[in-house]
């Protein structure tokens, strides 16, 4: 069946402009994460939601970064006024509730200018 | 807090060599234990996790794992390199505590040579 999704695959943008990156998980899977994978900090959790319950944010690195599951479905995690330390490989992974194995996308490579 | 240590950042071994990559961990509790292998400009793909049970864990494309709770590791090994082993390898950890999210090591970049 289909994986993980992300779009866009490649993101160039100019500092203090907002982005959008979009996930589209397994269907079924209730569970989300987004992590980032930099240069001088490997791969860091972001965020992680779970069906309806509140989603555990203590990965944001700063309140420019939000993110939002719509549905129990789509993902979309947004920077504002993006700063050049946020160029990154942005990550989204999903699972089952009870499955400890997570499912990556091929990520969104974004290039803060 | 968990934390994972990988030891050598860059791996280099001889088409047909053993493969050996060292992972050590950090929990207060047993975790989870995963590799990834991640292939130039792609997400990450499941290698192998341990869980419970047997601590030897067999993966996908001839590599395996040990999970040594007196030694806090989980080493990858792979008896002989192909050259398509030639990738970045992701050791993880997660427990039930943290809502199964992941703590990465640095990652080791294995080359291979013909």
């Known amino acids: 069946g289909a994986g993980v999704s992300q779009s866009p695959s490649n993101k160039v943008t100019e500092k203090g402009k907002d982005v959008e990156l979009r996930c589209d998980p397994i269907?079924?899977?209730?569970?989300l994460y987004w992590y980032r994978q930099s240069l001088g900090q490997g791969l860091e959790f972001l965020i992680y939601?779970?069906?309806?319950?509140?989603?555990?944010k203590s990965g944001l690195p700063s309140d420019r970064f939000s993110a939002e599951r719509t549905g129990g479905s789509v993902s979309t995690l947004t920077i504002q006024r993006t700063q050049q330390e946020d160029s990154a490989v942005y990550l989204c992974?999903?699972?089952?509730?009870?499955?400890?194995?997570?499912?990556f996308g091929p990520g969104t490579r974004l290039l803060v200018l | 807090a968990q934390s994972v240590t990988q030891l050598g950042s860059h791996v280099s071994v001889s088409e047909g060599a053993l493969v050996l990559l060292r992972c050590n961990y950090s929990?207060?509790?047993?975790?989870?234990l995963f590799w990834y292998v991640q292939y130039p400009n792609q997400g990450l793909q499941l290698l192998l996790k341990?869980?419970?049970?047997?601590?030897l864990v067999k993966g996908i494309n001839g590599f395996e794992a040990e999970f040594k709770k007196s030694e806090t590791s989980f080493h990858l090994t792979k008896p002989s390199a192909h050259m398509s082993d030639a990738a970045e390898y992701f050791c993880?950890?997660?427990?039930?505590?943290?809502?199964?999210?992941?703590?990465f090591g640095k990652g080791t970049l294995l080359t291979v040579n013909p």
């Open positions: 992974a999903s699972t089952t509730e009870r499955e400890e194995t997570q499912y």
């Open positions: 929990s207060s509790v047993p975790p989870y």
């Open positions: 939601f779970q069906g309806n319950s509140a989603p555990d």
């Open positions: 341990y869980t419970t049970g047997a601590t």
């Open positions: 269907s079924g899977h209730t569970a």
């Open positions: 993880a950890v997660s427990d039930v505590g943290s809502n199964y999210k992941l703590t």
